[in-house]
C-alpha cells in the first residue's frame, strides 16, 4: 500500500505540472447511485484538443483503499482525455460488485460522451496494481453478462472498451500465491479474501471468474502491460502469463519490463514510457 502511494504521489505531481494551464477538469461527477452511495468520477480533457479519445482510470490500493483522487495525467499531453473513477471498496461489498461499478461507468461515460466533449467510439481502460487487475478483467469480460451489473441510467449502452493498459496487475489468482514472495502473501492472502467474501481455497470458481487469464478469448481489445522486474508485491509472471494468454489467441499485446523496478518507481511515470503506451494505442486505432 506504501508503494502503491508513493507511485500515485509521483504521477499526480507531474499530472498536476501539465493541469496547471493545459487541462479542463470536472469533478465529482456522479454516475450511478447504489443506495446511500453516490458513485462519482473525474474528467481531465487537454484543453487543447477537440473532442478527444478517452481513457478511463482505475486507480489501486489492494481492492480496499484508493480513490479517484490525483491519477496518472502523463497521457493527457498526447490528446488523451482521462476519466479517473471511484467504486466499491472490497471492503463495502466483496467481487463482482467493483466490475459492475466500472462498467456502470463506462456506460455513464460513452452515453455522456457529447456531453462532457470527449469520443466515445473507442475507449480504453487503464490501472495499476489492484487496479490493472480490474482494467484487465473489465477489458476481458466485454459483453459478459456475469459482469455487466445493473447499475445507473444507461444500461442498454455498451461498456465494452476497445484497449486495456495493465500496470503490474494481478491476473491468475489461481497461480499468484506459489509466485509470490513472503511479503507478497502477507499482503495478497487477507486482500483476496476479503475481495472475494472468502478465503481464496473456499472460492476457485469465484477466483477463476475474477482473473483476467481464464476469460481471455479472441475478441478482446489491445493491451499494453507494463511490470517492473524486481516487484516483490505483484509477481511479474502474473503479466507474463496474461502475455502468453493473448499470445494464444492472436491479440495484439506489448508488454515493457521496467528494469530494477519494483511496485513503484518513478520509470513508471516517464515521458518515454507514457510515448510508448500513446503510440501503441495510435498504433491500433485508439
Same mark, same amino acid.
Given at each position: 500500500m506504501k508503494n502503491f502511494l508513493l507511485f500515485t504521489i509521483l504521477i499526480g505531481c507531474i499530472g498536476?505540472?501539465?493541469?496547471?494551464?493545459?487541462?479542463?477538469?470536472t469533478k465529482n461527477i456522479v454516475y450511478a447511485q447504489d443506495?446511500?452511495?453516490?458513485?462519482?468520477?473525474?474528467?481531465?480533457?487537454?484543453?487543447?484538443?477537440?473532442?478527444?479519445?478517452?481513457?478511463?482510470?482505475v486507480h489501486g490500493g489492494a481492492w480496499h483503499s484508493g480513490s479517484k483522487e490525483n491519477p496518472p495525467l502523463g497521457l493527457v499531453p498526447f490528446g488523451y482525455a482521462l476519466a479517473s473513477v471511484d467504486f466499491h471498496a472490497s471492503t463495502e461489498k466483496p467481487f463482482p460488485a467493483d466490475?459492475?461499478?466500472?462498467?456502470?461507468?463506462?456506460?455513464?461515460?460513452?452515453?455522456?460522451?457529447?456531453?462532457?466533449?470527449?469520443?466515445?467510439?473507442n475507449i480504453v481502460?487503464?490501472?495499476?496494481?489492484?487496479?490493472?487487475?480490474?482494467?484487465?478483467?473489465?477489458?476481458?469480460t466485454n459483453n459478459n453478462a456475469e459482469l455487466e451489473g445493473k447499475l445507473g441510467d444507461f444500461t442498454n449502452t455498451s461498456s465494452s472498451v476497445q484497449g486495456c493498459?495493465?500496470?503490474?496487475?494481478?491476473?491468475?489468482?489461481?497461480? !499468484?500465491?506459489?509466485? @509470490?514472495?513472503?511479503?507478497?502473501? =502477507?499482503?495478497?492472502?487477507?486482500?483476496?479474501? *476479503?475481495?472475494l467474501g472468502k478465503p481464496l481455497d473456499q472460492a476457485?470458481?469465484?477466483?477463476?471468474?475474477?482473473?483476467?487469464?481464464?476469460q481471455v478469448d479472441a475478441n478482446d481489445p489491445p493491451l499494453f502491460i507494463v511490470h517492473g522486474e524486481q516487484d516483490i508485491q505483484v509477481p511479474v509472471?502474473?503479466? !507474463?502469463?496474461?502475455? @502468453?494468454?493473448?499470445?494464444?489467441? =492472436?491479440?495484439?499485446?506489448?508488454?515493457?519490463? *521496467?528494469?530494477?523496478?519494483?511496485?513503484?518507481?518513478?520509470?513508471?511515470?516517464?515521458?518515454?514510457?507514457?510515448?510508448?503506451?500513446?503510440k501503441f494505442?495510435?498504433?491500433?486505432?485508439?
Open positions: 498536476k505540472l501539465y493541469a496547471q494551464n493545459d487541462i479542463e477538469t443506495g446511500d452511495k453516490k458513485l462519482q468520477l473525474d474528467i481531465y480533457k487537454p484543453k487543447a484538443v477537440q473532442e478527444p479519445r478517452l481513457i478511463i482510470w466490475v459492475h461499478d466500472i462498467k456502470a461507468a463506462i456506460r455513464f461515460l460513452r452515453a455522456n460522451a457529447s456531453k462532457y466533449g470527449y469520443k466515445a467510439d481502460i487503464w490501472g495499476s496494481s489492484s487496479g490493472g487487475h480490474l482494467a484487465a478483467l473489465v477489458a476481458t493498459i495493465d500496470f503490474y496487475g494481478p491476473t491468475n489468482f489461481l497461480t !499468484i500465491l506459489n509466485q @509470490s514472495t513472503p511479503h507478497g502473501l =502477507n499482503v495478497r492472502l487477507p486482500a483476496l479474501a *476479503i475481495l476457485t470458481e469465484l477466483a477463476k471468474l475474477a482473473s483476467p487469464v481464464y509472471n502474473q503479466s !507474463i502469463e496474461l502475455m @502468453s494468454a493473448y499470445k494464444a489467441k =492472436n491479440l495484439k499485446v506489448q508488454i515493457e519490463f *521496467i528494469p530494477n523496478a519494483g511496485h513503484s518507481d518513478p520509470a513508471y511515470s516517464k515521458p518515454e514510457l507514457m510515448e510508448k503506451i500513446a494505442l495510435k498504433g491500433n486505432g485508439l
